[in-house]
């Protein structure tokens, strides 16, 4: 499926993330202590690289626009937004004793997550958004 220009840089971060989750969940299940320690280094340079700005780029870019503008949508960003939160706090509180579950939860949320933007969040905004709005999504620039 072809996206719309200002979502492709998205959807391109949300085939990275799916592609991370799947790498989680295959060191989940066969990795010894020293490859879940790897793990969680791995994990925690992903969120500080690129994860957190890519939650910003859609809070502010796309669920700050439908909390304004299409205000019956607000339960899905709205959950979304949650998962954004509970996303960031699985990453700062994985643990090496207790890693495997850890990691298990962040790469199932995540892999769950990205899934429903791609296939709620963006279509329906592909439906909605203004060019004005889309205007707004692909000249967003995240906070430091």
Known sequence: MQRHIALQKL????????????????????ADQDELN????????YYENELEAHFQHEEQAIF??????YR????????????????RILVQRIKPDTARADLQDFATVLKNHTRIEERE????????????????????????
Not at 20 to 27: E, G, N, P, S, V
Not at 38 to 45: A, G, V
Not at 129 to 141: C, L, R
């Open 121 to 144: 969040l963006f279509p329906l905004i592909e439906e909605l958004f203004s060019e004005d709005q889309f205007n707004a999504v692909v000249n967003f620039t995240p906070l430091e």
């Open 11 to 30: 959807s391109r971060e949300h085939h990275d993330s799916l592609v991370m989750a799947q790498k989680i969940l295959r060191t989940v299940k066969d």
């Open 64 to 69: 700050a626009t439908l909390f304004k503008h």
């Open 38 to 45: 790897q793990m969680i280094d791995i994990i925690r340079e």
């Open 72 to 87: 019956q949508h607000i339960d899905l960003a709205t959950v979304l937004l949650k998962e954004h939160g509970y996303l």
